[in-house]
């Protein structure tokens, strides 16, 4: 299982772009990388998965390099509503059970 | 219209006594999950189960059970409750081959008194 390693938080201010880094260095070939969003007292919520290069949502982008060490969670012009933890999370498209949350990165979103 | 549903939303309780968590997802999935998040915030994988399989955490204490009467719902009953059973639970579902995307509950905050 790909070890993962992510800031454990991060500050912004309103209006910023907020770049979360997310580190899977032995991320294997058939694993894709997937990014979870949990506000308190709530489930996690599913952002954006991707496998290669760059991915593009409503909400979020996510950044892949060619070696797939590591990916970039990008958030555009971050509110205060999007104080929350993010997870970065590495696996198979198949793999529901081998699901592995660790410990997030909680960001704070400043006035 | 909420796609996975948990009851209760709280659950207080003394030590000793068996309780349920009900889950219910209108999302057509073909899979649900049971997770534990504890205090410090790690999530962890309790049980995975679609009408074929049921996969369980080694882990996971057998004094917890899923029970899916069908493919829509799994509860989570937990017999002789503990201290350290305290904790929110959080049910999820997915779809196909695509497990990876799970959709949550609001999740369940259990008090083991």
């Known amino acids: 299982l790909a070890k993962i390693t992510q800031p454990i938080s991060m500050d912004s201010y309103e209006g910023q772009e907020v770049n979360i880094t997310c580190s899977h260095n032995?991320?294997?070939?058939?694993?894709?990388i997937t990014w979870y969003q949990q506000f308190p007292s709530q489930g996690p919520r599913f952002i954006i998965q991707?496998?290669?290069t760059k991915v593009t949502n409503e909400v979020a982008s996510l950044f892949i390099p060619a070696d797939r060490k590591s990916s970039t969670l990008s958030l555009p012009r971050v509110s205060l509503s999007d104080t929350a933890v993010y997870y970065c999370l590495v696996g198979e498209m198949g793999g529901g059970f081998k699901t592995i949350f660790g410990a997030g990165t909680r960001l704070f979103v400043k006035a | 219209d909420t796609a996975v549903s948990q009851t209760p939303k709280y659950l207080v309780t003394q030590m000793g006594n068996d309780k349920s968590i009900k889950c219910e997802q209108n999302?057509?999935?073909?899979?649900m999950y049971w997770y534990k998040q504890d205090s410090k915030k790690f999530l962890k994988i309790m049980f995975s189960?679609?009408?074929?399989?049921?996969?369980i955490n080694e882990t996971v204490p057998n004094r917890f059970s899923p029970k899916s009467p069908d493919k829509a719902h799994l509860n989570l009953h937990i017999n002789s409750l503990e201290l350290g059973d305290s904790a929110v639970y959080f049910c999820a579902s997915s779809q196909g081959t695509a497990k990876n995307i799970q959709y949550f509950g609001a999740g369940t905050r259990l008090s083991v008194l």
């Open positions: 189960y679609n009408n074929k399989e049921l996969i």
């Open positions: 999302l057509g999935h073909d899979t």
């Open positions: 991707g496998y290669k």
């Open positions: 032995n991320i294997a070939t058939n694993d894709y």
